[in-house]
Each structure stands twice: as structure tokens, then as C-alpha cells.
């Protein structure tokens, strides 16, 4: 019976000594914090974060027969009115006003986009800084 008494010690002594040195490492790690501001990953990426942002905007101003369109949208939500649907009318008209709200967004970010790429084409020369 001491022998299991014994190992059952060791092994929680060591879980506890497991446990102080995970505990330690994330919070050296928290203080440390980012050694730049990730402009060079930025500059990489705005040729595609451009294109989705572009392709996203096409689709939101798209015509009635565009799926995910506002036109789209606005025509569910006119149709649910006419059917007498308040609570379907009021659940589209939500996600219209939510998807208006969206292409103002992403119309700011396309123009803050275009801004850091102009940055990046005199900035950043491809090397990793």
C-alpha cells in the first residue's frame, strides 16, 4: 500500500512541477509582444484582400437576379410585405439594414486599402522586415 502512496505522490509532484513551467511560458510570451507591425505581411496580402473586397462590393450592388445582392434583399422584403409576413419582413429588413451597413464598410476599407498599397509600392521592397 505505500509503494501506491509513493508512486501517487511522485506523479502529482510532478504534474505540479508540469504545471508551474506551462504556467511560466505564456506569460513571458505575453510580454514580449510583436517585434514590427507586419507592414511587409500587409503589402503581401492587399492584392488579394483587394480582390475579395471588389468581387464582395460587385455582388452587394448586383442586380435583383444576383444572390446576396441588397436589390435581391429588398425585393424578399418587398415580397414578404405583400404576403402579410411582418415577422419575415421584419427579420429581412434587419439583414438589409445590416447589409447596407456593410458596403459602407467595405467601401472605407477598399479606399483605406488603396492607400497602403501606395505605401507599400514606395516602402516596401520585398525584403522581410
Same mark, same amino acid.
Request: charged share 20%; with cysteine; proline share 2%.
Given at each position: 500500500?505505500?509503494?501506491?502512496?509513493?508512486? #501517487?505522490?511522485?506523479?502529482?509532484?510532478?504534474? =505540479? #512541477? !508540469?504545471?508551474?513551467?506551462?504556467? =511560466?511560458? /505564456?506569460?513571458?510570451?505575453?510580454?514580449?509582444? /510583436?517585434?514590427?507591425?507586419?507592414? *511587409?505581411?500587409?503589402?503581401?496580402?492587399?492584392?488579394?484582400?483587394?480582390? $475579395?473586397?471588389? $468581387?464582395? !462590393?460587385?455582388?452587394?450592388?448586383?442586380?435583383?437576379?444576383?444572390?446576396?445582392?441588397?436589390? $435581391?434583399?429588398?425585393?424578399?422584403?418587398?415580397?414578404?410585405?405583400?404576403?402579410? *409576413?411582418?415577422?419575415?419582413?421584419?427579420? !429581412?429588413?434587419?439583414? !438589409?439594414?445590416?447589409?447596407?451597413?456593410?458596403?459602407?464598410?467595405?467601401?472605407? $476599407?477598399?479606399?483605406? #486599402?488603396?492607400?497602403?498599397?501606395?505605401?507599400?509600392?514606395?516602402?516596401?521592397?520585398?525584403?522581410?522586415?
Amino acid at each position: 500500500m505505500s509503494m501506491r502512496r509513493t508512486t #501517487l505522490a511522485s506523479g502529482l509532484a510532478g504534474l =505540479a #512541477l !508540469l504545471g508551474t513551467l506551462f504556467a =511560466a511560458s /505564456p506569460a513571458s510570451a505575453a510580454t514580449s509582444g /510583436p517585434k514590427t507591425d507586419g507592414a *511587409h505581411g500587409i503589402c503581401l496580402r492587399a492584392t488579394k484582400v483587394d480582390t $475579395r473586397i471588389t $468581387r464582395e !462590393l460587385a455582388r452587394l450592388n448586383g442586380p435583383v437576379t444576383e444572390t446576396g445582392s441588397v436589390a $435581391r434583399l429588398q425585393q424578399r422584403v418587398a415580397n414578404a410585405q405583400k404576403a402579410g *409576413h411582418s415577422a419575415v419582413e421584419t427579420y !429581412l429588413n434587419d439583414r !438589409l439594414t445590416a447589409r447596407k451597413a456593410l458596403i459602407g464598410t467595405l467601401t472605407q $476599407r477598399q479606399t483605406d #486599402l488603396r492607400a497602403v498599397q501606395t505605401w507599400c509600392a514606395a516602402n516596401d521592397n520585398g525584403s522581410s522586415k
